[in-house]
């Protein structure tokens, strides 16, 4: 059973950095593609920024040029470096990792960690 644990949240001031780290256990996530979203009190989950087992990445519109998915497959860990933030990126930011075959074949969450955006 893969478990994916987030960590890194906090609370930053408008143009703060934060960089958060998902970190999986159970099984190499190596080839599992891999995503960081949020969600604010009362709205949807979207999704923030991804990357692919090769290493290609997908941002948001909202995020592009602020934040930076990346891995580290030795550590089984994915982060999101977050710089300029403001206070619309205010929410709960969970990992999520998808495997498309083989025995851990699923999608699994992480529970999440709060990001506060706040002077």
């Known amino acids: 059973q893969v478990h994916l644990v987030e960590s890194g949240g906090g609370q930053v001031q408008p143009g703060g950095s934060l960089t958060l780290s998902c970190t999986a256990s159970?099984?190499?996530?190596?080839?599992?593609?891999m995503g960081w979203y949020r969600q604010a009190p009362g709205e949807q989950r979207d999704v923030v920024a991804a990357?692919?087992?090769?290493?290609?990445?997908n941002y948001a519109n909202a995020v592009k040029g602020r934040f930076t998915i990346s891995r580290d497959n030795a550590k089984n860990t994915v982060y999101l470096q977050m710089n300029s933030l403001k206070p619309e990126d205010t929410a709960v930011y969970l990992c999520?990792?998808?495997?498309?075959?083989?025995?851990?074949?699923?999608?699994?969450w992480g529970q999440g960690t709060q990001v506060t955006v706040s002077s």
């Open positions: 999520k990792g998808v495997c498309f075959s083989g025995i851990d074949e699923g999608v699994y």
């Open positions: 159970g099984s190499s996530t190596g080839d599992f593609a």
């Open positions: 990357i692919r087992s090769d290493g290609t990445t």
